[in-house]
């Protein structure tokens, strides 16, 4: 910063703050238009302007790389993980698939097609057997005779959920 100063002037080689405090309050011009009329103020204010400006892109700069070296070694540590599970699965032999029957209970009052209702039935099961890694068949599919909420449940439900 010494070394910017120093090509402004020969006035700016004796320091900006001994310069600026140099000047006194006179009847004519107040401290503040005397510094002003300097000038090496203005040059000064733009190197201090500028050094801040830089300042912040230089620290968001860092803080850039800094997230993108940390994403790079997450991905790195998960690729590792997943290979080291592959390898795992590889290397034991895969157990028989174990087939468990899933007890599923329609609640609603509406009967528009039983087919329809089945095919449904039928796909989320076999939406939630590819997620869970396991085999599962339907062997019954019957109404639910119990009510799954009290009555002041069933109330509140209706409440929060009314049309306005």
Known sequence: MNFALSLLSEAAKQGVIDRLQAFTDSEGQSIASQQMADPDYWGSVGIIALAGIL?????????????????????????KKKSKAAEKASAVPAPAPVVEAAEV??????????????AVIAAAVAAYSEQDGKEYRILDVQRSG?????AWGLAGI???????
């Open 105 to 118: 209970t329609e609640d609603s009052g509406n009967t528009d097609s039983d087919e329809e209702i089945m």
């Open 146 to 150: 119990a009510r799954t909420r009290s």
């Open 55 to 79: 300042v912040v892109f230089l620290i968001l700069a860092i803080l850039i790389f800094f997230f993108w070296l940390m994403g790079t070694i997450f991905k790195a540590v998960d690729n």
């Open 158 to 164: 209706s409440d929060s959920t009314r049309p306005f």
